[in-house]
């Protein structure tokens, strides 16, 4: 690889470094902590849930020993495997995403536990981050912790976009949908949250445990109509379910929510750093969704106009890319490698073809992006001007790659997968084209 290419890849790094910066809850989070109840009236009691969930306890942990020493803290941080940091008075459990397991059961449980022992004079700080739908598992009546695994990988498989498959996920939960505010009533409940959905909905950031519910039972089951497999009995369960609690319940009253970071105030940081190297920037926005390889052939459309008009421009966006596996194997199946971003990434190489001065980075902010869920997954992959080139070298088919889901075999052969490990924060998927004639297709890189 020439050196051009590589201080390609930097600059692609660092700009996906500045993003994740800006959500990192060591920024985000104190300045919106609440002060703590007075030593002599109630507990501080802390529950976080999501991937960022440990470090957001961690950074609370942090403040409130520095500005309120002597702090009685306590409570849980239920976060993925491979995302847990030292705290000191929380404990931190980590459970299985996307698909739930007997962890997250477990702490399900504990956590709705150390909710209904609130007092009305206790605090409940709420610290929420993306994942947190998965990792909460206490399903209603009816339906077994199987039953959730078995529809959520339909879920997962199906395309949908996040609202609708949050929208089930409330319905057949006891946790989720406003139900921890109502297991936390009449204590006070404080909610911080780190956006991952794009509009940065409150009941859709961890399916809202802690906020109404705007969606209603009825739609749960029209989602659950369309997907194929499925046994009865959990459509039984979820029509014989109550409904989610609706803005009207009177325990809302008690409970307070505000948003500490998104998914906005970090393209913003990342495109603040490419006009400081000399780059022109289009920001397409953090609530972009759809399937990856659609919204990768409609970026390669804005790079071909860019080019068309001579500009040295960086393309950044941010939300949820999906992909709909149809007869292939999901996530966690035997079948393709790779996740949404690594999707978007061979997508977009393939309907590039090889354009000359053209460099993209596609990562997931979490640092993993689809695969089996380990902390060494990789975040998203690289795409440079060569990467057609060199496939054609080593015979990689990449429209036959993209077929069969499998971007992260393609990618792992060029070694452009892009691995970071856990970031500790989750502001979904990011995603940076520079087009920049400086970089020519015409170097012969080796």
């Given at each position: 690889?020439?050196?051009?290419?590589?201080?390609?890849?930097?600059?692609?790094?660092?700009?996906y470094?500045?993003?994740?910066e800006?959500a990192?809850p060591?920024?985000?989070?104190?300045?919106h902590l609440?002060?703590?109840?007075?030593?002599?009236?109630?507990?501080?009691?802390?529950?976080?849930?999501?991937?960022?969930?440990?470090?957001?306890?961690?950074?609370?942990?942090?403040?409130?020993?520095?500005?309120?020493?002597?702090?009685?803290?306590?409570?849980?941080?239920?976060?993925r495997?491979?995302h847990?940091?030292p705290t000191?008075?929380?404990?931190?459990?980590?459970?299985?995403?996307?698909?739930?397991?007997?962890?997250?059961?477990?702490?399900?449980?504990?956590?709705?536990?150390?909710a209904?022992?609130?007092g009305?004079h206790?605090?409940?700080?709420?610290?929420?981050?993306?994942?947190?739908?998965?990792?909460?598992?206490?399903?209603?009546?009816?339906i077994?912790?199987?039953?959730?695994q078995?529809?959520?990988r339909?879920?997962?498989?199906s395309?949908?976009?996040?609202?609708?498959?949050?929208?089930?996920r409330?319905?057949?939960s006891r946790?989720?949908?406003g139900?921890?505010a109502?297991?936390?009533?009449p204590?006070?409940?404080?909610?911080?949250?780190?956006?991952?959905?794009?509009?940065d909905d409150p009941?859709t950031?961890?399916?809202?445990?802690t906020v109404?519910?705007?969606?209603?039972?009825?739609?749960?089951?029209?989602?659950l109509d369309?997907?194929?497999?499925?046994p009865p009995?959990?459509?039984?369960a979820?029509?014989?379910?109550?409904?989610?609690?609706?803005?009207?319940?009177e325990?809302?009253?008690?409970?307070?929510?505000k948003?500490?970071a998104?998914?906005?105030?970090?393209?913003?940081?990342?495109?603040?750093l490419a006009?400081?190297?000399?780059?022109?920037?289009?920001?397409?926005?953090?609530?972009?969704e759809?399937?990856?390889?659609?919204?990768?052939?409609?970026h390669?459309?804005?790079v071909?106009?860019?080019?068309?008009?001579?500009?040295?421009?960086?393309i950044?966006?941010?939300?949820?890319?999906?992909v709909?596996?149809?007869?292939a194997?999901?996530p966690g199946?035997?079948?393709?490698?790779?996740?949404p971003?690594?999707?978007?990434?061979l997508a977009?190489?393939?309907a590039?073809?090889?354009?000359?001065?053209?460099?993209?980075?596609a990562?997931?902010?979490?640092?993993?992006?689809?695969?089996?869920?380990?902390?060494t997954d990789?975040?998203?992959?690289?795409?440079?001007?060569d990467?057609?080139?060199?496939?054609?070298?080593?015979g990689?088919?990449?429209?036959?790659?993209?077929?069969?889901?499998?971007?992260?075999?393609?990618?792992a052969?060029?070694?452009?997968?892009?691995?970071?490990?856990?970031?500790y924060?989750?502001?979904?998927?990011?995603?940076?084209?520079l087009v920049?004639?400086e970089?020519?297709?015409?170097?012969?890189?080796?």
């Amino acid at each position: 690889m020439t050196r051009a290419y590589q201080q390609t890849r930097a600059r692609l790094r660092r700009l996906y470094d500045a993003a994740v910066e800006a959500a990192l809850p060591a920024h985000c989070l104190p300045p919106h902590l609440p002060d703590p109840p007075k030593a002599d009236a109630g507990r501080l009691v802390i529950f976080a849930i999501g991937k960022a969930a440990a470090s957001m306890t961690a950074a609370a942990e942090d403040c409130y020993d520095r500005k309120f020493p002597g702090t009685h803290i306590e409570g849980m941080a239920l976060t993925r495997y491979g995302h847990g940091v030292p705290t000191r008075h929380v404990e931190v459990v980590e459970a299985a995403h996307p698909v739930p397991d007997e962890a997250g059961a477990a702490a399900s449980k504990r956590l709705m536990r150390m909710a209904e022992w609130l007092g009305p004079h206790d605090l409940a700080l709420v610290l929420l981050s993306g994942g947190g739908s998965a990792l909460t598992a206490l399903p209603v009546a009816g339906i077994s912790l199987a039953d959730e695994q078995l529809l959520t990988r339909a879920l997962v498989a199906s395309g949908l976009p996040i609202a609708d498959i949050n929208c089930v996920r409330k319905h057949i939960s006891r946790i989720k949908g406003g139900r921890l505010a109502e297991a936390m009533h009449p204590a006070r409940s404080v909610t911080l949250a780190i956006s991952d959905v794009a509009g940065d909905d409150p009941s859709t950031i961890a399916s809202g445990p802690t906020v109404p519910d705007t969606t209603a039972k009825a739609r749960a089951l029209t989602i659950l109509d369309e997907l194929a497999g499925l046994p009865p009995h959990i459509r039984a369960a979820l029509e014989a379910a109550p409904e989610t609690p609706k803005p009207d319940a009177e325990f809302f009253a008690h409970a307070t929510y505000k948003l500490v970071a998104s998914g906005s105030q970090s393209l913003i940081a990342a495109a603040r750093l490419a006009r400081s190297e000399g780059y022109e920037t289009l920001v397409l926005g953090d609530n972009i969704e759809g399937e990856a390889r659609v919204l990768a052939r409609e970026h390669a459309g804005l790079v071909r106009m860019a080019q068309g008009e001579g500009r040295k421009l960086a393309i950044i966006s941010g939300g949820e890319a999906g992909v709909t596996f149809g007869d292939a194997a999901p996530p966690g199946d035997v079948g393709g490698k790779g996740g949404p971003s690594q999707e978007y990434a061979l997508a977009l190489a393939v309907a590039l073809k090889g354009a000359p001065g053209v460099a993209a980075l596609a990562g997931d902010t979490d640092g993993i992006d689809g695969g089996a869920g380990a902390a060494t997954d990789p975040a998203g992959a690289f795409v440079l001007p060569d990467t057609a080139s060199r496939a054609d070298t080593l015979g990689l088919d990449a429209p036959g790659a993209l077929d069969r889901h499998d971007s992260g075999s393609f990618f792992a052969a060029l070694d452009d997968l892009f691995v970071t490990g856990p970031s500790y924060t989750n502001v979904n998927d990011f995603r940076v084209i520079l087009v920049d004639n400086e970089i020519s297709a015409e170097e012969n890189p080796s």
